[in-house]
C-alpha cells in the first residue's frame, strides 16, 4: 500500500501582529502550523530576530560585541548599528539602566534615549523596561506617548501593572502591548483575557511566556511553549493565539556557563565562545518550541539563528 | 480533545412567538433568541421549523440566511422532519464557521437522513432508535452500527455522525438513566462523537430543580465522553458545569476568567 501523507491541518492560526512602519516593518505570527512544520503547510511569516542593544552601553559587553559596535559611541549610533547586523529584523532596547535598585536613571532620562533610538533606526523598535513593575509602569507608559507613530512593542505588561501599560500602549497611543508572564501557562492566558477586556485589540498584543537559559529549568519554558501553541491551534483557543517573543540573550549572558573567566574555569574554554553557544541553542529551542520572535546581542548569534530560520523556511 | 459542543436549542417552533416569527417571517424575535444563546455561550444554534410540510424549504433558507447573515455565519443545526426544507438550508450555508448538521437521522425511517448528511459534506445527529425507544444498550449499539455503517458506506468521515443515546426523563425511567450513561461510554470507546438532547431527563420537574439535574448529567455523560449536547445555553449553572468539565477534561486551558469566556 502506498504511503498516503496527511497533513495535520487545523482550522485556527496565530494571530499577526505587525510592528514598525514603511518598508522595514515585520509581520510576527499567521501561522497555522507547529513550528517549523513546512511539510503540513505554509510558514507564513517565519520567526523574527531582534537585536539587543542597552542604554546602559557597551562597557560590559563581551569583546566579539564591543568590536562590532566600534566606533559608535552615542545610542542612536550604537542602535544604527545593531539595525545594521546582519540578521536583524528588529531592534530591542532595554532600559535596564531604569532599575531602582541599579542606575536608577529618571524616566524623562530614559524616554529621551528611547526617542535617540527610535529616530536612528528604520528597522521596528521593542522596548523593554527595567523589569521593576512600577518604574515599568511609568516608564513604558511614557515611552509609548513619545513613540507615537512608531508602532513600538512594549515588554512588559505583567500581572501588577497591565492595566498601565496596556491602557497607554494598546488605548491611548496605539502600540503593541507585551503580555509577559513568567512560564506559567494559565496566567499568560488569564493576562491575555484581562488585557482583552481593557479594551486593548487581541491584534496589538504580542506574549511573552518566560524563558530561561537551556540548563536552568529550561524545559518548563519548552513545554509551555508547546502546551501554548497546541491550545492555539488545536483547541482554536483565541485567548492563546497571540504571536510569542522570548528575550534570549538577557537570560543566557547571564548564567556561570556566559559569566566565568577563561581564568576562573579554564577547562570550559573561551568565555565568549559559551556565551554564544547558550545564546544560539537557547534562541534555536525556543523557536522550534514556538517563539514568533526572539531576541539576542550577539552578532554571530543573529547571524546564526537567522540563517537557521532561512533553512527551515 | 476538542471543545464541549453546546447546541442552543431555543430557537423551536414549539415555542409560540418563534411559530409565529416563522409563520409571518418576522425576524426580530428570532434574532433575540438567537443571540441570548451565542451571547451565553453556544457554539451551534438548533433551527427547529417543525414538519414545516406546506413551505419547509423557503421558510429554511429564510431561517439560515438570517441568522448567519446576522451572527458571522453562526454554525448551524437544521432541525425538521422535512427532508427537501434541510436540503434547501444546507444550498444557501456557509460552511465557514463549521459544516451544517442535519437534525436528525435515525435507524429507523429516517436512516435516509444519513445519505442527505453524506451527499452535503454535513453532520448529521444519529438518533439511536429506529421504531420507539430501544430496549437496552444491546439494541442502542446495533443502531449505532448500522447507521455507522451506512455513513461510511456513503463517504462519510466517522467523525461526522454524532450519535444521540436518546436521554430519558428521570421521571418515570429513572431505571434507564446509567444505561444510556453506559452507550455514551461504548460510543466513546469506538471513538465516536455523541450528542442529544440532556434536558429531557428533566422534563416535567420543577423549574427550579431542573439545571440542577440537567448539571449533574452533563458532567457525569462528559466524564462518559459525550461531546456535544443539545441544551439551554441561557442555563448559567448548566453552562458554568460544562466550562468546568472542560478544565477538567483537558479540553480548555484553565485561566481565571475561564466562566467568562
Redesign the interface.
Same mark, same amino acid.
Given at each position: 500500500m502506498p504511503f498516503n501523507r496527511k497533513p495535520q491541518k487545523f482550522n485556527a492560526a496565530i494571530k499577526t501582529v505587525e510592528l514598525g512602519s514603511g518598508d522595514k516593518k515585520v509581520t510576527l505570527g499567521g501561522e497555522s502550523i507547529f513550528p517549523f512544520y513546512a511539510f503540513d503547510g505554509e510558514i507564513t511569516n517565519g520567526p523574527k530576530v531582534g537585536v539587543e542593544i542597552s542604554d546602559m552601553g557597551l562597557e560590559n559587553e563581551v569583546p566579539g560585541v564591543k568590536a562590532y559596535y566600534e566606533g559608535a559611541s552615542t545610542m542612536g549610533e550604537i542602535a544604527k548599528k545593531a539595525s545594521e547586523m546582519e540578521g536583524a529584523d528588529f531592534v530591542c532596547l532595554r532600559l535596564e539602566g531604569g532599575d531602582p535598585n541599579g542606575a536608577d536613571k529618571p524616566v524623562e532620562e530614559l524616554v529621551a534615549i528611547a526617542k535617540e533610538v527610535a529616530d536612528a533606526v528604520d528597522l521596528p523598535l521593542v522596548v523593554e523596561g527595567c523589569k521593576n513593575v512600577e518604574k515599568d509602569a511609568e516608564l513604558l507608559a511614557k515611552v509609548a506617548e513619545a513613540l507615537q507613530g512608531k508602532n513600538v512593542l512594549l515588554l512588559s505588561a505583567k500581572e501588577e501593572n497591565y492595566k498601565a501599560i496596556g491602557a497607554a500602549a494598546g488605548l491611548a497611543y496605539d502600540q503593541k502591548v507585551g503580555a509577559e508572564s513568567a512560564v506559567d501557562?494559565?496566567?499568560a492566558? @488569564?493576562l491575555n483575557?484581562?488585557t482583552t @477586556?481593557l479594551g486593548v485589540k487581541p491584534e496589538s498584543i504580542v506574549m511573552n511566556v518566560g524563558s530561561a537559559a537551556v540548563g536552568y529549568g529550561y524545559e518548563y519554558v519548552v513545554s509551555t511553549l508547546d502546551?501554548i501553541k497546541a491550545?492555539a491551534l488545536? @483547541?482554536?483557543?483565541k485567548?492563546?493565539q497571540m504571536p510569542i517573543i522570548t528575550p534570549v540573550a538577557s537570560e543566557t549572558w547571564n548564567v556561570k556557563e556566559a559569566m566565568a573567566e577563561e581564568e576562573e574555569a579554564p577547562e570550559w574554554g573561551s568565555r565568549e565562545e559559551r556565551g554564544i553557544s547558550m545564546e544560539i541553542q537557547t534562541a534555536a529551542a525556543s523557536l522550534a518550541a514556538g517563539s514568533d520572535a526572539v531576541i539576542l546581542k550577539h552578532p554571530q548569534s543573529v547571524a546564526t539563528i537567522s540563517k537557521m530560520i532561512q533553512a527551515l523556511v | 480533545m %476538542?471543545?464541549f459542543v453546546t447546541i442552543g436549542e431555543r430557537i423551536h417552533c414549539i415555542s409560540p412567538v418563534i411559530r409565529e416569527a416563522f409563520a409571518t417571517r418576522n425576524p426580530e424575535p428570532i434574532l433575540k433568541r438567537a443571540k441570548e444563546q451565542l451571547d451565553a455561550g453556544a457554539t451551534y444554534l438548533d433551527v427547529n421549523i417543525g414538519p414545516a410540510e406546506n413551505d419547509g424549504e423557503d421558510l429554511m433558507k429564510w431561517a439560515v440566511k438570517l441568522l448567519q447573515e446576522n451572527f458571522d455565519n453562526v454554525p448551524l443545526a437544521l432541525d425538521t422532519a422535512n427532508r427537501k426544507a434541510i436540503e434547501a438550508g444546507i444550498s444557501v450555508y456557509n460552511r465557514s464557521k463549521g459544516k451544517p448538521i442535519v437534525n436528525s437521522a435515525d435507524a429507523g425511517g429516517r436512516i435516509e437522513n444519513i445519505d442527505l448528511a453524506a451527499a452535503n459534506d454535513a453532520i448529521v445527529i444519529a438518533l439511536c432508535s429506529a421504531e420507539g425507544i430501544a430496549a437496552d444498550n444491546d439494541e442502542r449499539m446495533m443502531h449505532c452500527q448500522t447507521m455507522l455503517e451506512r455513513g461510511l458506506e456513503h463517504g462519510m468521515d466517522a467523525a461526522d455522525l454524532w450519535f444521540d443515546p436518546l436521554f430519558l426523563v428521570v421521571k418515570g425511567m429513572q431505571d434507564k438513566q446509567m444505561q444510556v450513561l453506559e452507550a455514551i461510554k461504548m460510543f466513546s470507546d469506538m471513538g465516536l462523537n455523541s450528542t442529544g438532547g440532556l434536558s429531557n431527563n428533566s422534563n416535567g420537574m420543577p423549574k427550579a430543580i431542573r439545571p440542577i439535574m440537567d448539571s449533574a448529567l452533563v458532567a457525569m455523560a462528559m466524564m462518559q465522553g459525550l461531546t456535544s449536547a443539545i441544551v439551554n445555553p441561557c442555563d448559567l449553572r448548566l453552562m458554568e458545569t460544562i466550562k468546568s468539565c472542560d478544565v477538567f477534561k483537558g479540553?480548555? *486551558?484553565? %485561566?481565571?476568567?475561564y466562566l467568562? *469566556?
Open positions: 501557562i494559565n496566567l492566558k @488569564q483575557v484581562v @477586556q502546551r491550545a488545536s @483547541q482554536d483557543d485567548m492563546l | %476538542a471543545k479540553n480548555t *486551558l484553565y %485561566a481565571d476568567s467568562e *469566556l
